[in-house]
């Protein structure tokens, strides 16, 4: 069974920093690009970030390009660091998990793939 679970979202102040954990079971990272996407109230769901250890491949997101860094322990833990964090970064950040052999390096990336729960992100002003 395949089991995404996120950890580390919270409430930061503008130009704060906050840590993404995706801690996952059932996969690996040799087989699957893991990342995040978000979704925030009222608008589409956005492919933040993902990483495909099997071919090397990394996406951003355009509007995080430069902020955050995707990383991984090699083993059963995604992580995201988010820096100099904006109100407009505030959503729901989902872990998800894609085949690295249909992984596509855009925004869509995580549809038909794994997803966790979910972790509130809110950047304040």
């Known amino acids: 069974e395949v089991q995404l679970m996120e950890f580390g979202g919270g409430l930061v102040q503008a130009g704060g920093s906050l840590r993404l954990s995706c801690v996952f079971s059932g996969l690996s990272l040799e087989e699957y690009a893991i990342g995040w996407f978000r979704q925030a109230p009222g608008k589409e769901r956005e492919g933040v970030s993902c990483?495909?250890?099997?071919?090397?491949?990394i996406y951003y997101a355009d509007s995080v390009k430069g902020r955050f860094t995707i990383s991984s322990d090699n083993a059963n833990t995604v992580y995201l660091q988010m820096s100099s964090l904006k109100p407009e970064d505030t959503a729901v950040y989902y872990c998800?998990?894609?085949?690295?052999?249909?992984?596509?390096?855009?925004?869509?990336?995580?549809?038909?793939?794994?997803r966790g729960q979910g972790t509130q992100v809110t950047v304040s002003s």
């Open positions: 998800a998990a894609i085949d690295y052999l249909v992984f596509r390096p855009r925004g869509e990336w995580f549809q038909g793939g794994y």
């Open positions: 990483i495909s250890s099997g071919d090397r491949r």
